[in-house]
T-cell receptor, first 113, second 112 residues
Framework: NAGVTQTPKFQVLKTGQSMTLQCAQD?????MSWYRQDPGMGLRLIHY???????DQGEVPNGYNVSRSTTEDFPLRLLSAAPSQTSVYFC????????????FGQGTRLTVV | GNSVTQMEGPVTLSEEAFLTINCTYT??????LFWYVQYPGEGLQLLLK?????DKGSNKGFEATYRKETTSFHLEKGSVQVSDSAVYFC???????????FGTGTSLTVIP
């Protein structure tokens, strides 16, 4: 049971570089989302998707792009990395429904130097 | 708006001690409430949940009761183990919208 799979686990970028964080789920969940986790701030929502072809912004979307071409995949793109984007990133998915819980990937630790 | 406030850490307890981690929330209507646990180097895992007032969620010896009157969802365990060392997050999801709102997390260390 793979669940939610994120790659890579660790990444170091130089300021201004771009990269894509990958997220895939095999549970046929409609909803997928990206969070960043920073010390003392809990998890903050970056972008989310309610289904293939539909995405929307969360609390902290600036500097990030997403797309959802399939139900399974929800990549997060950093267009021009900045040190403020140093964080741990989590992808999550869940089924449609009011009381369903979210399932999380293992996270990507990103450092921008 | 929706928000979650949970007790600041870190918390250090001896094995077999009683644990309480406080969590209060602000939300309109009747949100669903969750506790997630994050073990070192891993993602968040659902620990327990409650979806309506007076519901009690329980799992692995942990319990939390949805208290509408005090807008609280405190996490408790009667006897902690070293393996319970982790970061615990309280979260809510409103009756509308797709977003989870997380507290800042409470780090728990249990010493033998």
């Amino acid at each position: 049971n793979a669940g939610v799979t994120q790659t890579p686990k660790f990444q170091v970028l130089k300021t201004g570089q771009s990269m894509t964080l990958q997220c895939a789920q095999d549970m046929n969940h409609e909803y997928m989302s990206w969070y960043r986790q920073d010390p003392g701030m809990g998890l903050r929502l970056i972008h989310y998707s309610v289904g293939a072809g539909i995405t929307d912004q969360g609390e902290v979307p600036n500097g990030y792009n997403v797309s959802r071409s399939t139900t399974e995949d929800f990549p997060l793109r950093l267009l021009s990395a900045a040190p403020s984007q140093t964080s741990v990133y989590f992808c999550a998915s869940r089924k449609q429904g009011v009381i369903t819980e979210a399932f999380f990937g293992q996270g990507t630790r990103l450092t921008v130097v | 708006g929706n928000s979650v406030t949970q007790m600041e850490g870190p918390v250090t307890l001896s094995e077999e001690a009683f644990l309480t981690i406080n969590c209060t929330y602000t939300a309109t209507g009747y949100p669903s409430l969750f506790w997630y646990v994050q073990y070192p180097g891993e993602g968040l895992q659902l620990l327990l949940k409650a979806t309506k007032a007076d519901d009690k969620g329980s799992n692995k010896g942990f319990e939390a009761t949805y208290r509408k009157e005090t807008t609280s969802f405190h996490l408790e365990k009667g006897s902690v183990q070293v393996s319970d060392s982790a970061v615990y997050f309280c979260a809510l999801r409103g009756i509308t919208g797709n977003q989870f709102y997380f507290g800042t997390g409470t780090s728990l260390t249990v010493i033998p």
